[in-house]
């Protein structure tokens, strides 16, 4: 079955330190694949996507995906974190046919001043 | 941003009782999405649609129905709600591809909360 996995629920990190988001997708096919990020009470705002070509892709706000193929994983990542990062990711994988998308739990990331 | 609005909002129900909930788009895209999102299983897909008239089940769709008779519009009906049916239900767009894909990024509405007591 299709599925995408993102192991922790809850990161907590210093404003200023790096942050790293795991995802991991189980597909029949290799997918698109995006994160999106939702600050509370609202939508979901598109932070990047990977749809081929070069496996490290960038984003909006300062944030970078890397694509690994072996390794069935999308994790995102930001060099230093803002106070205005506080928010819950999310990790999807997309079929190119139907543009269905299969969601990770989500992790909420809280930063600490 | 997309031009997607959802109505209402928010709303309050009872169970048994009938819910329609609309998305509205502005950008002409051809797909459209229901998504419903719950504490620990993110966003599953309700029903989409890929055209006027089309429309096809997605993960969690029973008790669900959906219309699309304009490209503008996507309904979603609960015919008759349930306290499980309580969630904060999104739409989504997207265009149709280029480059060998049908289909594109999908951009979200900005949601609606329903409460099913």
């Known amino acids: 079955a299709q599925s995408v996995t993102q192991p922790d629920i809850h990161i907590t990190v210093s404003e200023g330190a790096s942050l790293e988001l795991r995802c991991n997708y189980s597909?029949?096919?290799?997918?698109?694949l995006f994160w999106y990020v939702q600050s509370p009470g609202q939508g979901l705002q598109l932070l990047l996507k990977?749809?081929?070509?070069?496996?490290l892709v960038q984003g909006i706000k300062g944030f970078e995906a890397e694509f690994k193929r072996s390794q069935s994983s999308f994790n995102l990542r930001k060099p230093s974190v803002h106070w205005s990062d506080a928010a819950e990711y999310f990790c999807?994988?997309?079929?190119?046919?139907?543009?269905?998308?299969?969601f990770g739990q989500g992790t909420t990331l809280q930063v600490k001043p | 941003d997309a031009g997607i609005t959802q109505s209402p909002r928010h709303k309050v129900t009872e169970t048994g009782t009938p819910v329609t909930l609309r998305c509205h788009q502005t950008?002409?895209?051809?797909?459209m999405y229901w998504y419903r999102q719950d504490p620990g299983h993110g966003l599953r897909l309700i029903h989409y649609?890929?055209?006027?008239?089309?429309?096809d089940k997605g993960e969690v769709s029973d008790g669900y129905s959906v219309s699309r008779s304009k490209t503008e519009d996507f309904l979603l009906t609960l015919e008759s709600a349930t306290s499980s049916q309580t969630s904060v239900y999104f739409c989504?767009?997207?265009?149709?591809?280029?480059?060998?894909?049908?289909?594109?990024?999908?951009?979200f509405g900005p949601g609606t909360r329903l409460l099913v007591l």
């Open positions: 989504a767009i997207s265009e149709s591809g280029t480059s060998g894909r049908n289909v594109e990024t999908q951009y």
């Open positions: 597909y029949g096919a290799t997918p698109y």
């Open positions: 990977y749809f081929s070509g070069d496996t």
């Open positions: 999807a994988a997309g079929s190119s046919n139907t543009g269905k998308l299969i």
């Open positions: 950008e002409n895209h051809r797909y």
């Open positions: 649609s890929y055209g006027v008239k089309d429309t």
